[in-house]
């Protein structure tokens, strides 16, 4: 019932002209400051243009708690409506941004006690722990009219381009009034009896109410963003999202970031705390499935780099931003300068050079699509059905990752959606780790693209649930003997890690079982062995730890390589111990091969790393890149000017010194 219910939500939540929302490339944050002066204003504004910036996110302070703002409301839209003025003249678009539900105003938590979170435990108003504030139910159709309003009368008066809007999730669940009536209405039953049969995960009931809620967040979202559609035709609507690999908002609160791309023109992805540069494995991973996911939607996304831990709000390093920004446009992700805080670019700041660089070569960074012949899946379903956090699926699959970046191996990022729409006609490989929870039509995807050439690389219970978390072995049993060439029985769907009983053709280093499937092949191993290789976030003044088995990750890296025919580059590091990020995308008849140097990221075991986060560019080291065939040329374009080269007339494979920082090499097939 739930399933079919969050269909039909999402389903109707299709905004703008089925392409991503065109401008809107590179932003920052602007504090309005209602004492600002017509001089300052029009100072930061110009400041925001000499930096290449065409859009900004405005609100901040006290204005961030909506509600906490309303008797300052009218000096806020005065300050806005100059802020938007001086922006449109040089060419830069405004959102508004603000929290729709959370309070820390006594008297207006006094006054809309009704519209109030209640916890579970106490039936007292939540607090949200991180803020030590109140929130509003999105389900109190009261507080929704009450919201609407609001919003619409400040970004009319104000006259922006958009509006962001956040935080409308379930932090501990709810049991207000509206919440117990909506469930006993489409779920049935009462809520505080669902909420304490819900305790165990991974049972029929926790899955259940974390389905509800993330069905709850995405109503809200798509009956806003529907309402300002028709009210204000001609703005966007922004949405925030966390980290897309963890279940953090799915398991926790019910915000997921499918939810939050399903129901926007414009996605941004907070990052929030790591030390970015020291946790480019996880984050480059998480990169290109956020791409994907924004792809196959045809959704503008953002990258958002965000610190709200340091001591001070000018202590940030300048050439993270450039790292952040230079990741984010490897997988063709829009940045936004938050700087910390979400303080963005004020007048006193230098323009940001990498800014400058992408407005003056827009053709590195235009519309393309990823070229890699290898795949890994990325299952949110199995995500949020994992009962043992990150452990099942998510780990398995960021450690894939990391040993295909850490070897230079192409690779992209593949969906359930991705699925339904279709595999790219060059996959050649497909790594699925342990992806337990898996469709009837998707696996049957899964069949045919080995049925017709194509490599599988499985772990662990591949399939062993349904999309909705119900063990499907006793269904699927002899169609996954069949297509794996071994046995999947387990009673946890979720762990893997059993061996299994099998007929492989021959055992592939390291303890894969191979087998053929029609025209095509399968690589299975029953235990989840690659977590053995996963390296996970760093942060600020904690001890750097890199515990991943290193022969493993080569050996993982090297199974894709010897299979993966089709790729349209062999890239190969000449020195082992020096790393860069490399993704590959096609553009026409081009290939556009971003490379962003990573080396001084890889700290020995133990070492604190520091404190905010600092970037140390390692030295730059030669790349042998091998093409099916000789290129007509190529061309390095780098963030270091006196670094760009050309090579006229190169051979199938070339020798190139990586960037000091960050570079695109065109490729002219």
């Known amino acids: 019932m739930t399933a079919l219910l969050l269909s039909a939500v999402v389903a109707g939540c299709c905004f703008g002209s089925g392409e991503p929302v065109r401008g809107f490339r590179r932003a920052t944050f602007w504090f309005v400051e209602p004492g600002r002066n017509t001089d300052e204003i029009e100072a930061r504004a110009e400041a925001l243009a000499r930096s290449a910036v065409d859009w900004v996110i405005i609100g901040g302070g006290r204005h961030h708690y909506l509600h906490d703002d309303l008797p300052f409301l009218d000096d806020y839209i005065t300050a806005a409506k100059r802020i938007v003025s001086a922006c449109r003249a040089r060419g830069i678009k405004v959102v508004e941004h603000h929290s729709a539900v959370l309070t820390a105003d006594d008297g207006c938590v006094r006054e809309r006690a009704d519209w109030l979170q209640r916890d579970f435990e106490t039936n007292e108003p939540s607090v949200w722990p991180e803020y030590r504030t109140f929130a509003f139910c999105p389900n109190n159709p009261a507080f929704r009219e009450h919201y609407f309003g609001l919003a619409e009368r400040i970004t009319a008066a104000a006259g922006v381009d958009g509006l962001m809007s956040d935080d409308t999730v379930f932090h501990h669940g709810c049991r207000c009034a509206a919440c117990a009536r909506r469930w006993s209405e489409e779920v049935g039953g009462d809520i505080e009896e669902a909420y304490k049969n819900s305790r165990t995960p991974g049972s029929a009931e926790w899955r259940r109410f974390n389905e509800v809620r993330r069905m709850w967040y995405a109503d809200f979202r798509a009956w806003l963003c529907r309402g300002r559609k028709e009210r204000q035709p001609n703005t966007v609507c922004v949405s925030l999202a966390g980290s897309i690999t963890s279940p953090w908002g799915s398991q926790t609160h019910g915000g997921s970031p499918e939810a939050a791309l399903d129901t926007s023109d414009i996605c941004v992805w907070e990052i929030y705390n790591p030390a970015d540069f ?5 984050l480059a991973a998480e990169a290109a499935v956020f791409a994907e996911a924004a792809r196959v939607r045809k959704r503008a996304a953002v990258c958002l780099p965000y610190a709200d831990s340091a001591e001070r709000r000018d202590r940030a390093d300048e050439q993270e931003e450039v790292f952040m920004w230079a990741l984010a446009q490897s997988h063709r992700l829009r940045f936004a300068l938050s700087r910390v805080f979400l303080t963005g670019l004020t007048e006193d700041q230098p323009p940001r050079e990498y800014f400058l660089f992408e407005r003056e070569h827009p053709d590195l960074f235009a519309d393309a699509e990823p ?11 199995s995500r949020d ?6 452990s099942s699926h998510t780990v398995p699959a960021v450690a894939w990752a990391e040993a295909l970046q850490d070897e230079c191996v192409p690779w992209r990022a593949i969906t359930e959606e991705t699925l339904g729409r279709g595999l790219p006609r060059n996959l050649r490989v497909l790594v699925m780790p342990n992806v337990f ?25 591949l399939a062993a649930c349904s999309e909705r978390g119900e063990n499907a072995v006793s269904v699927r049993g002899g169609r996954l003997e069949r297509l794996l060439g071994a046995r999947v029985a387990s009673a946890d769907g979720a762990s893997g890690g059993q061996e299994a009983e099998s007929h492989p053709t021959r055992r592939v280093e390291p303890r894969f079982l191979e087998h053929g499937f029609g025209l095509g092949r399968v690589l299975y191993s029953p235990s989840v062995i690659e977590r053995d290789a996963f390296q996970d976030w760093m942060n600020p003044g904690e001890q750097y730890r890199d515990d991943r088995n290193r022969t493993l990750s080569r050996e993982l890296a090297e199974i894709v390589r010897r299979d993966s025919r089709g790729q349209p580059v062999d890239i190969a590091r000449t020195n082992p111990d020096l790393h860069v990020l490399t993704t590959v995308h096609k553009q026409g008849r081009r290939l556009l091969i971003s490379i962003l140097n990573c080396s001084g990221a890889d700290l020995s075991n133990g070492r604190r790393v520091p404190a905010p986060s600092r970037v140390v560019w390692g030295p730059p080291f030669d790349l042998e890149l091998t093409f099916p065939k000789a290129p007509r040329g190529a061309r390095l374009v780098s963030l270091d000017a006196r670094e760009d080269r050309s090579f006229v007339n190169p051979d199938r494979t070339l020798t ?10 065109v490729v002219d097939l």
Do not use: K, M, Q
């Open 278 to 282: 020291y946790s480019w494995r996880r």
């Open 656 to 665: 190139l010194r990586s960037p000091r920082r960050f570079g695109v090499l």
């Open 385 to 390: 059905l994992d009962p043992h956090w990150e």
């Open 437 to 461: 929870a898996l469709s009837d039509a998707h696996l049957g995807v899964i069949e045919e693209f080995v049925r017709r050439g194509g490599t599988l690389v499985a772990t662990g219970n």
């Open 371 to 381: 070229a890699a012949a290898v795949g890994i899946i990325f299952s949110h379903v």
